[in-house]
C-alpha cells in the first residue's frame, strides 16, 4: 500500500514516509481471519492502520449481545482515541474480518518531537485530529441510521447513505447479513424479511452484497 494516499500521511511523500516509519517505531503484523487483533478491556499506546485484508469493530453486552460498529478498510485507521488517552481500557474489540495485515504505530511518537527534529511530526499531528474527526461523523451517521424506529428506514437510511457515497444506485456494501443486522441493530431474521419485502416492493434489487436502489 502506497502510505502517502493515507489520511494519515496525506501530503507527506513516499520516501519521507519511509524514514519517518523508522522514527515512528513502526511494527507490522498479520492476522487470520477470526483473530483479535485488540480486545475489550485490552490497553493500547498504538493506533493500527489497516494495509490490507479487513477489521471489524464491535460491542459485546454483558448479556453476550454483540453490535457491529463498523469496519476498518485498507488504508483507514482505529484505536487512535484509545491510545490517545493514557491508561484508557478499550471498550470494543477489534477482529480481523479476513486474513489482515496492520502496522501499528506508537501515537506518543506522534504526538512528541524526536530527537531527529523530523519536520514531518506537525503534519503527521495535524492529519490525526483530521482523522478523528471523520471518525466523530463516521459515528454521527450510524446514530442517524439507527434512528428510526422500523427496519425499513435503518436500511433505507444506510443504502442512501452509500449511494450518496458512490455517487450511483449500485454500490456494494461491506457487511455480510449478520454484520449489516448487528450495525443496524437489527434482528437479523426481520431484516433479511424486509430485505426481500423491499425487493419484490420494486424498491431495490440485491444480490450477496450487490445492491441497486431502484428509481
Not at 498504538?46 to 449481545?65: R, Y
Not at 471498550?91 to 523530523?118: K, M, P, Q, R, Y
Not at 443496524?184 to 436502489?213: H, P, T
Amino acid at each position: 500500500m502506497n502510505l502517502s494516499n493515507t489520511q494519515l500521511f496525506y501530503g507527506i511523500k513516499e520516501d519521507e514516509i519511509t524514514s519517518l516509519l523508522s522514527c515512528l517505531n513502526a511494527e507490522k503484523r498479520s492476522y487470520k481471519k477470526g483473530d483479535i487483533i485488540l480486545s475489550e478491556g485490552s490497553i493500547t499506546e498504538n493506533l493500527g492502520i489497516v494495509l490490507s485484508g479487513m477489521a471489524m469493530i464491535s460491542f459485546c453486552d454483558i448479556w453476550g449481545n454483540n453490535s457491529i460498529l463498523g469496519n476498518v478498510a485498507p488504508g483507514s485507521i482505529f484505536a487512535e482515541v484509545y491510545a490517545c488517552i493514557p491508561g484508557q481500557p478499550m471498550l470494543v474489540t477489534v477482529t480481523a474480518a479476513e486474513d489482515t495485515s496492520i502496522l501499528f504505530i506508537n501515537v506518543g511518537h506522534i504526538l512528541t518531537t524526536c530527537t531527529h527534529a523530523c519536520p514531518f511530526h506537525t503534519r503527521l499531528a495535524r492529519n490525526l485530529l483530521n482523522v478523528c474527526a471523520h471518525k466523530n461523523l463516521q459515528l454521527s451517521q450510524r446514530m442517524q441510521h439507527t434512528s428510526s424506529k422500523s427496519v425499513r428506514g435503518r436500511l433505507m437510511s444506510y443504502f442512501s447513505e452509500c449511494a450518496k457515497h458512490e455517487g450511483s444506485n449500485l454500490f456494494f456494501i461491506p457487511y455480510n447479513r449478520q454484520q449489516l443486522a448487528d450495525y443496524l441493530n437489527v434482528d437479523r431474521s426481520a431484516m433479511c424479511n424486509e430485505l426481500s419485502k423491499m425487493q419484490k416492493d420494486g424498491i431495490i434489487k440485491y444480490e450477496r452484497n450487490r445492491i441497486l436502489l431502484k428509481e
